[in-house]
């Protein structure tokens, strides 16, 4: 199971990814695209604004931006997919929103 966990919190966005997509390469790999599209992004629209740290061993990516308007925008495009590959597949992907997350 991928969990895709969203915050925003006044000061950072950010989104934790989780787990692993175990019997769909295809929900694997959509995963994989939307944190590579997110971290791109973040790389040419904000350079030096953001930072992420990954761990391809334990299952788990971490990206988080400073919240600024275009960071926010990113942020919620991202999730609303994941939304959508988590109806496709709930079985393998889950989204979660965290408490003080001021609607992204």
Do not use: W
């Not at 969203?6 to 994989?32: I, M, P, Q, W, Y």
């Not at 991202?78 to 079985?91: G, T, V, Y």
Request: charged share 30%; with cysteine; proline share 3%.
């Amino acid at each position: 199971m991928v969990e895709a966990r969203f915050k925003r919190d006044g000061v950072r966005n950010t989104l934790t990814v989780t787990g692993h997509a175990t019997g769909s390469e295809a929900t694997c790999a959509a995963v994989s695209c939307l944190v590579q599209t997110l971290e791109t992004a973040l790389d040419d629209l904000m350079p030096g604004a953001y930072k992420y740290k990954k761990s391809i061993k334990k299952g788990k990516v971490t990206i988080s931006a400073i919240d600024l308007p275009i960071a926010y925008m990113l942020f919620r495009t991202i999730k609303h997919s994941f939304m959508r590959l988590a109806a496709a597949d709930p079985e393998r992907v889950r989204v979660i929103e965290e408490e003080d997350n001021d609607g992204i």
